[in-house]
């Protein structure tokens, strides 16, 4: 089986419901969605699964605080996360909760396996915690804050925690650690996260505390009454329990092991020495890749709630449109990096972009083809060397170029390659002047037509991971069956023959993007 036509499997970090989401968990949704559907466009059967992640001291206090069991608050803030997924037409095949009865099951598996191995034991636990972070950390690791408090290296707070707790044997798994970075390069990306989890494992590893008693909200130890796992054992395991785990069977058989692990850079470690190690543990594969993605940052700023600079991605998505929101995040931002974003910028990106250099594109086309041929399609038609030029940039940028740079995650780079082909198309409309040849050489017109009809159908499939909606809009106009929008479909070099033999009538074409404006106030966006 060839790597272009294997199962692929991705996910999301599986998000940890304390709060709403905000444009974080969108900005990476939007990103693994994209992913998963190229591979889809490409003929993979795909696996996308994302979830919350409820137990741990967090949720705990925070229902104590609101007067509300656990599960209700766990039940309510799952929901939002859902209807976020919806709203920007995340096409996930699964989505776990880590309070589900499945997911215990999994990682009571998993816990039992890693036991097996001999790599857990009781001991008592003393040392700094951070309850937001839901991590341990080592006084070397901390940061000094206002009043000589001690923070964490995220700079949240600490506190010192003494309990009977299971520890797993990290220490253990050092050199297997290093071995798998220095012979899998690209297990962890981009290349500085792998530099920042190597210097960090070479600096040893002490022993994980993996269990806790001072609360109940989690999943039970197996013999061990009065411990629940540790969060981040849990939440993990959670990339198993989505394909059925402890099923070795099924869609387990079939996936495991992951592609990507698509997650923020603040959580690596988690998923880059801690994962591995309890995976190497309990004798289950490794994941392919974990991809750390940057940060998005309001006009420059890092969002937080006393700057008053936190966006709801709910009110972007209705204010902009999801698919103009879409195609910003992956344009504008160079995945791997930080970014920034702001009102202004994805209006002027969406306008420029979309409305007047696609949507404007397509317009055009179709209705000149409406207008000019009463919508009349014909593969009989004397082709010029600008039509093939025009042709062979479309096709390149893609069938090669584009895939190319999304295969490496590179989306940013694929859509500039893309661009360049709208622009090119845009420059052949200015050049071969259509309603002029209407006069003076209706059959040239109608051959300048014919090939801008083929070059719109081919970007439309390309930049449909990124804009489905309106990309199907478009391909319905355009009378291209749903079958006949992926990847594979860009090789049939008989489709316009067969569509234009089928009778199919262009009608008058709907607008796909239309202009955006600011809002009236900075504040509704």
């Not at 061990?224 to 402890?246: E, F, I, K, N, R």
Request: net charge negative.
């Amino acid at each position: 089986m060839s790597e272009n036509s294997a199962p692929f499997y991705i996910t999301t970090a599986i998000s940890y419901p304390n709060g709403r989401p905000h444009i974080g968990h969108a900005y990476e949704a939007i990103a693994t969605d994209v992913m998963a559907r190229f591979q889809r466009a490409r003929g993979r059967d795909v696996r996308l699964v994302t979830g919350t992640d409820e137990h741990g001291l967090k949720m705990f206090q925070t229902a104590r605080d609101q007067g509300r069991e656990t599960i209700d608050l766990a039940n309510e803030m799952s929901s939002y996360f859902r209807e976020m997924y919806a709203k920007l037409n995340i096409s996930y095949d699964n989505f776990m909760r880590t309070s589900d009865a499945a997911h215990h099951a999994a990682s009571q598996a998993i816990w039992r396996a890693m036991e097996a191995n001999g790599d857990l034991y009781l001991d008592r636990y003393e040392g700094w915690y951070s309850v937001r972070d839901e991590a341990f950390y080592d006084e070397s690791e901390l940061v000094d804050g206002e009043g000589g408090a001690r923070l964490s290296p995220q700079r949240t707070p600490v506190e010192w925690t003494v309990e009977e707790s299971w520890f797993f044997r990290l220490s253990n798994y050092q050199d297997r650690l290093l071995a798998l970075y220095a012979e899998q390069p690209d297990f962890i990306r981009p290349e500085s996260r792998r530099n920042e989890v190597m210097r960090f494992v070479e600096g040893g590893l002490k022993d994980l505390s993996v269990s806790r008693t001072s609360f109940d909200w989690g999943v039970p130890v197996p013999g061990s009454p009065g411990h629940v796992m540790y969060v981040w054992v849990d939440a993990l395991t959670t990339y198993l329990s989505g394909l059925g785990y402890p099923d070795l069977e099924g869609d387990f058989g079939k996936f495991w092991p992951a592609n990507i692990h698509m997650i923020g850079k603040d959580i690596v470690r988690f998923h880059t020495v801690y994962w591995p190690a309890f995976l190497m543990s309990a004798g289950l594969p490794l994941p392919k890749q974990v991809f750390g993605h940057g940060f998005l940052l309001n006009r420059g700023e890092k969002m937080s709630k006393s700057l008053g600079n936190v966006v709801d991605p709910m009110v972007l998505a209705d204010t902009f449109g999801v698919d103009p929101l879409r195609y910003y995040l992956l344009r504008e931002v160079s995945f791997g990096q930080d970014g920034t974003y702001s009102a202004e910028a994805i209006v002027r990106t969406a306008n420029a972009d979309l409305a007047n250099s696609f949507g404007n594109l397509a317009q055009r086309s179709l209705s000149m083809i409406f207008k000019n041929l009463n919508g009349v399609l014909t593969a009989d038609y004397a082709s010029h060397e600008d039509d093939h030029a025009l042709l062979s940039i479309v096709n390149d940028a893609c069938r090669n170029l584009l895939p190319r740079e999304f295969e490496q995650l590179a989306f940013s780079v694929g859509i500039e390659e893309w661009l360049r082909a709208v622009f090119a198309c845009n420059q052949y409309v200015d050049t071969q002047a259509p309603w002029a040849l209407r006069k003076t050489d209706p059959d040239r017109m109608r051959a300048v037509l014919m090939t801008l009809f083929q070059v719109v159908r081919t970007l439309a499939i390309a930049i449909r991971p990124v804009v489905p909606t309106a990309a199907d809009t478009l391909l319905d106009q355009m009378g291209i069956g749903e079958e006949a929008r992926d990847f594979t479909a860009l090789n049939d070099g008989d489709w316009f023959t067969n569509l234009a033999a089928s009778g199919f009538i262009v009608g008058q074409p709907t607008p796909l993007f239309p202009r955006l404006d600011l809002p009236e106030e900075e504040g509704e966006a």
